[in-house]
Structure formats: C-alpha cells, structure tokens
Nanobody, 122 residues
Framework: QVQLVESGGGLVPAGGSLRLSCVAS????????MGWFRQAPGKEQELVST????????VYAASVKDRFTISRDNAKNTVYLQMNSLKPEDTALYYC???????????????WGQGTQVTVSS
C-alpha cells in the first residue's frame, strides 16, 4: 500500500507563492507517474499537474500553466508543486496522487494522499 503525505499548504496573499511537497512511502517510486489534484468547496476535483516517472514529461491544467511548476526527486521519493502568482481561485485542498490517468477527458488516479489546504486571500 502506497502512502502519500503532503505538506506545505497554508494561507498566502494573492500574488504570493507556496511550495507543496509529497513524500511517498513506497519502493520503486521512480516507476510511478505522479500528479497533483485539487478540490475547492462546492466544486469537483480537478487535475492540476502530472509528471512522468523520470520527470521528462509534464501536464498542466490551463488555469495554472505558466504559474505552477511540478517536479520530482526520485532519490527522496518526493514530488513538488511550486505555485507562484497565486490567485484566490487557487484556494482548494490539494492532493498528491500516484499514477494519474485520463479516461474520456476526466482525470483519475490509483491512490491519493490526505491533502493539504491552500488558501489565497484577496
């Protein structure tokens, strides 16, 4: 069973930055694609970003492209999400996910963390 533990969330003013981290307690972390999802109150969960096993391929939601950067350190079993130029609409619970996949235009994942709250004040 893969355990994913997120950290780094918090309260930040609009225009600020945060860096989320997710540590995976699993062997062979480098064999998994990883991703970040988020869910705002009253809204459906949405994909934020994915990163391939070696970190060579990334995917971003249009709403975060050019502001967020996903990266990973396979030696530390960790995936990161650097979030810059944060907006109030980025406020959500952010989840780390293992093996995200797209099915009929909707993104899913094989396992999830508990999430870390990001709140952006206006």
């Amino acid at each position: 069973q893969v355990q994913l533990v997120e950290s780094g969330g918090g309260l930040v003013p609009a225009g600020g930055s945060l860096r989320l981290s997710c540590v995976a307690s699993v062997d062979a972390f480098s064999k998994f694609d990883m991703g970040w999802f988020r869910q705002a109150p009253g809204k459906e969960q949405e994909l934020v970003s994915t990163i391939s096993r070696k970190g060579t391929e990334t995917v971003y939601a249009a709403s975060v492209k050019d502001r967020f950067t996903i990266s990973r350190d396979n030696a530390k079993n960790t995936v990161y999400l650097q979030m810059n130029s944060l907006k109030p609409e980025d406020t959500a619970l952010y989840y780390c996910a293992r093996d995200p996949f797209d099915m009929a235009g909707k993104w899913y994942a094989k396992s999830w963390g508990q999430g870390t709250q990001v709140t952006v004040s206006s």
